[in-house]
């Protein structure tokens, strides 16, 4: 049995994708932007030894881009013939008995989502022309949601639910999160700048003016982008968080008037708790 893979602060999540494609079960993974959906999927197919092939959702997205087509000028010429099919993400993944990893499924379109129930029930599809390919051992489906009050992103149907096993991420402990930014930023930012860059990105999540708060991922880059600018946190919060975050009130404070409000309540935070630190 392969060791599970290392992700800081998924020793749960991690054990419960591993045992449910273990058991041949297709898994949904729901969770806010950034906490690791992703990474989790990839490190764990990456564990067990099994193929990836990756979806992004996308309300464009069609039925033939998932499965696949014949190429037009080949079946002018001589017909449809198998040779000249193009396997779309989903027929891939059957044919090699990998993965099917759909990021944001609940952001596709239904019809997109339905042409999933008979791969994921019976292990076939059948495309016209061609006709039925059946899935190989191993094959699974492994796909993301983020929550439904999340833009651009609808509730999936019960039936497609019906066909998936649940694993919830939620942000990590600050300890966790202070690990990441430590393990994943480019430009060796000091302890300080990371506890800066982690405290202040958290506090987005909690303060009642933001509507939507950010997520490790901007702590990153906060703490990166702080490294290069002298270590002024304020000022690559400026720059990190506008994409990142989303006011109650867009139209009223400005967003840098409340991240130097949420900033100076952090100071005054550390300056109670460690008086003799300047």
Do not use: W
Not at 73 to 89: D, I, N, Q, T, W
Request: glycine share 8%.
């Amino acid at each position: 049995m392969p060791l599970h893979p290392v992700i800081v602060g998924r020793d749960t999540e991690t054990e419960a994708l591993h045992a449910c494609l273990d058991a041949g079960r297709h898994v949904l993974l729901e969770g806010p932007v950034g906490v690791g959906k992703t990474a989790l999927a990839h490190a764990t197919c990456r564990a067990l030894g099994r193929g990836f092939v990756r979806v992004d959702g996308d309300g464009r997205y069609t039925e033939a881009r998932l499965v696949g087509a014949f190429d037009p000028p080949a079946v002018l010429a001589s017909g449809y013939r198998p040779e000249h099919f193009l396997a779309g993400p989903l027929v891939r993944a059957m044919r090699e008995g990998a993965v099917l990893f759909v990021n944001e499924l609940n952001r596709m379109p239904e019809g997109v989502q339905n042409v999933l129930l008979p791969a994921m029930d019976e292990g076939r599809v059948v495309v016209p022309q061609l006709g039925e390919v059946s899935a190989a051992a191993g094959f699974a489906v492994v796909a993301t949601q983020n929550p439904t009050e999340f833009v651009a992103t609808a509730a999936l149907s019960e039936a497609l639910l019906d066909r998936f096993e649940l694993v919830r991420l939620d942000y990590q402990s600050v300890f966790d999160e202070l690990a990441i930014v430590t393990q994943e930023a480019r430009c060796a930012p000091s302890a300080a700048v990371i506890a800066q860059a982690v405290a202040l990105t958290r506090a987005t999540r909690s303060d009642p003016r933001f509507r939507r708060g950010a997520s490790v991922r901007a702590a990153i880059a906060i703490a990166d982008i702080a490294t290069r600018l002298g270590n002024d946190v304020a000022r690559a919060a400026t720059i990190a968080l506008p994409t990142r975050v989303e006011l109650v009130d867009p139209q009223g404070t400005a967003l840098s008037d409340v991240l130097a409000d949420v900033l100076a309540e952090l100071k005054k935070k550390r300056t109670s708790a460690s008086p003799a630190l300047p």
